[in-house]
């Protein structure tokens, strides 16, 4: 296995207090999900499992190349397609379209996203929802009550990540 992937499913793969809204808002929007960068299937995996049709969409194609071989493994069907979202081609179109896991604050600067939701909202059939994951963790808990993280820890044939 890539340390590509063992870095994203340390950094990523545990983390499911989101799934239950994705779930709610694929059953709400009744069509086709896209799920913008995402990486080894955390969300795409998980809706799919739920019964709805996805397409996952990323950059990397290592990821896409995992997160298809854990959709098979599994007897799930989910459309990997490579591309960047800020360039992303008139396709669909989807009932929802999610950014989990702050995807849109990553992408860079107010053009990058500017970019990305305009792409996104093309994407949509009429009455389609948009969904992305944001926040300002700099205002979500008090400094005196803030103690640092403990790390992301993943395990792989031996060695700890």
């Given amino acids: 296995m890539s340390d590509v992937i063992v870095w994203h499913d340390v950094e990523n793969g545990g983390y499911d207090a989101d799934l239950a809204i994705w779930r709610e808002l694929a059953q709400e929007a009744h069509g086709p999900v896209l799920d913008l960068g995402a990486g080894t299937g955390r ?40 591309a960047d979202a800020r360039r992303l081609d008139q396709t669909g179109p989807f009932g929802l379209v999610i950014a989990p896991m702050q ?22 059939h009429p009455g389609g929802i948009f969904a992305a994951a944001i926040s300002n963790l700099d205002e979500a808990v008090a400094a005196e009550d803030a103690a640092p993280p403990l790390p992301d820890v993943g395990e792989r044939g031996g060695w700890i990540y």
């Fill in 103 to 124: 995807f849109v604050q990553i992408l860079g600067g107010p053009s990058a996203r500017a970019g990305l939701l305009a792409r996104a909202a093309g994407c949509l």
């Fill in 43 to 82: 969300v795409a995996l998980d809706l799919a499992q739920a019964g709805h049709d996805v397409t996952a969409l990323d950059s990397d194609a290592t990821l896409l190349d995992e997160l298809a071989r854990r959709a098979s493994e599994r007897g799930l069907h989910i459309e990997c397609v490579r």
